[in-house]
Structures are given as structure tokens and as C-alpha cells.
């Protein structure tokens, strides 16, 4: 199947510094990308749709300054935790969906720690 | 975002019971989705549900679309320890969103 790379899978960051995380699709193009945040025990909340070429769609109640999205290519997506702080840890996931079947491909997540 | 429940939340069944997780949207779903997250690891897609009243089957594990669009099933006979983990229904379209999921534990 297809593959989604996601990196870093861990940090660990004072609190005040940003942490970006990237994204990518490695055998296939993505023009969509979603960026989503799972607390322990809990569902994947949907964060953001990342849009190649274009501005990323946030959910409601997801701050657009805090976290930051940029889709600069077909199989790059980048999420920046801006000035992060300790309840900004959590387990951050990336998805890329492939156009011909609509499944979706998780990359192995990033387990953010905030001091 | 749009909202879908899991019942149950968790599930213990003993080795060799069977398993049942459903899924419930309050408006009509164009498709949906099931995936698996092993403990400490990503979701993995199981399978996609499109037509009303669908029925699809996976060895063990079968999903069902209900006939209004608005509600799905996933059901695994015999369960294994392989089966452990949490299952979640995700509606699509321009976003997905999951749904709470089920944690099944199953006791050897």
C-alpha cells in the first residue's frame, strides 16, 4: 500500500519554542493532507485540511496562529506548533488520501512533549 | 465537525467470542470508513462502505451499511488476540472524521 512518512515520532521542547513536523506521501501525490491530534484512550480529532498550492482548511476551534500549516508540494505537508506550550503535548497525525480508492494513510504520528 | 458515535466505548470478550462495534450518524453519510490502531500505533484502513444495505467481508470481520446511509457495523466472529486494539468508523467527503471508537481487549 501506499506509504506516508511522518517525522519526527518524538519531541520534546521547552515551552515558548515552536516544532515543526513534517509530512510526506512517498510513492504517491497528495493534493490533500488532514492534520490530526489524538489525546490517550481518545479519537483522532481532525486538526486541518492541508490543500496543495492553497490555505489550510481549520476546524473549528483550532487556532490558525498557533498551528501552522503549509502544502508547498504534492507530497509535503508541514504542521508548526507556534510558541508551544505543555497542554499543546499530544500525539499529532498526518494523513494523505489516495485519490483512486479515497482510503486514507496514516503516518506513524509525532508524540509531542511541552515542558 | 460532523459528529459520529461508537457504542460501545470498550469491549473485554473472552478468546473465541464474537465482537460487535457500531457506528451512528445523525445525518445521511455518502460513504464510510473503517480503520484499526493497534495500541501505540497509527490506523490502518480495513475497509470502505459506499452502497446502502452494503455487506462486505474480510475473513473474520464483517460491515454492514445500514439501509438509511446513517449508521454501520462492524462485527468479528471468534475473536483472536490479534484483535486487540481500537476500531473507528470514519465519515468522508472533503474532510474525514473518525469516530470515538472501540477499544477491544480480548482476554486468552
Known amino acids: 500500500g501506499a506509504v506516508?512518512?511522518?517525522?519526527?515520532?518524538?519531541?520534546?521542547?521547552?515551552?515558548?519554542?515552536?516544532?515543526?513536523?513534517?509530512c510526506r506521501s512517498l510513492d504517491f501525490q497528495a493534493t490533500t493532507m488532514f492534520?490530526?491530534?489524538?489525546?490517550?484512550?481518545?479519537?483522532?480529532?481532525?486538526?486541518?485540511?492541508?490543500?496543495?498550492?492553497?490555505k489550510a482548511t481549520y476546524e473549528q476551534g483550532v487556532e490558525k496562529d498557533k498551528f501552522l500549516i503549509n502544502h508547498a508540494s504534492l507530497t509535503l505537508s508541514t504542521l508548526t506548533v507556534t510558541s508551544a506550550?505543555?497542554?499543546?503535548?499530544?500525539?499529532?497525525?498526518c494523513?494523505?488520501?489516495?485519490l483512486n480508492t479515497g482510503e486514507l494513510?496514516?503516518?506513524e504520528g509525532s508524540r509531542l512533549t511541552v515542558l | 465537525g460532523q459528529q459520529v458515535m461508537q457504542i460501545p466505548q470498550y469491549q473485554h470478550v473472552q478468546e473465541g467470542e464474537d465482537f460487535t462495534t457500531y457506528c451512528n450518524s445523525s445525518t445521511?453519510?455518502?460513504?464510510?470508513?473503517?480503520?484499526?490502531q493497534r495500541p501505540g500505533g497509527h490506523p490502518v484502513f480495513l475497509i470502505q462502505l459506499v452502497k446502502s444495505g452494503e455487506v462486505k467481508k474480510q475473513k473474520r470481520l464483517t460491515f454492514q451499511f445500514g439501509?438509511?446511509?446513517?449508521?454501520?457495523?462492524?462485527?468479528?466472529?471468534?475473536?483472536?488476540?490479534?484483535?486487540?486494539?481500537t476500531y473507528f468508523c470514519a465519515v468522508t467527503?472533503?474532510?474525514?472524521?473518525?469516530?470515538?471508537?472501540?477499544s477491544l481487549t480480548v482476554i486468552p
Open chain 2, 28 to 36: 445521511t453519510l455518502s460513504n464510510i470508513q473503517w480503520y484499526k
Open chain 1, 35 to 54: 492534520w490530526y491530534r489524538q489525546f490517550p484512550k481518545q479519537s483522532l480529532m481532525l486538526m486541518a485540511t492541508s490543500n496543495e498550492g492553497s
Open chain 2, 67 to 85: 439501509e438509511a446511509k446513517k449508521n454501520s457495523s462492524l462485527h468479528i466472529t471468534a475473536t483472536q488476540t490479534t484483535d486487540v486494539g
Open chain 1, 95 to 98: 494523513s494523505a488520501r489516495l
Open chain 1, 4 to 22: 506516508v512518512s511522518q517525522h519526527p515520532s518524538r519531541v520534546i521542547c521547552k515551552s515558548g519554542t515552536s516544532v515543526k513536523i513534517e
Open chain 2, 93 to 102: 467527503g472533503n474532510q474525514f472524521y473518525f469516530g470515538t471508537g472501540t
Open chain 1, 85 to 93: 506550550h505543555p497542554e499543546d503535548s499530544s500525539f499529532y497525525i
Open chain 1, 105 to 107: 494513510f496514516f503516518g
